[in-house]
């Protein structure tokens, strides 16, 4: 479904906005990982879409890159 896959792309983008600032080190980091995570939060709520992005792009991948840059991040 062609609304669906502009969903996960919308969100893709949207975290990679952040993904982007933290692994190049724009900005502050920990404000960076705080807003990523915030729009991951966001995106559980919709079961359906959290499923299909997982599908697409794996979220383990993606929180392992960034806990590589931001130590920090609690692995709740």
Do not use: T, W
């Not at 919709?46 to 609690?74: N, T, W």
């Amino acid at each position: 479904d062609l609304a669906r896959a502009e969903f996960i792309d919308i969100l893709r983008e949207m975290l990679a906005v952040y993904k982007s600032a933290i692994l190049n080190r724009d900005g502050s980091i920990s404000s960076n990982v705080e807003a990523y995570l915030s729009v991951m939060l966001d995106a559980l709520s919709e079961r359906l879409l959290i499923k299909d992005y997982q599908m697409c792009y794996p979220v383990h991948e993606d929180l392992e890159l960034l806990r590589q840059a931001y130590p920090d991040i609690d692995s709740v």
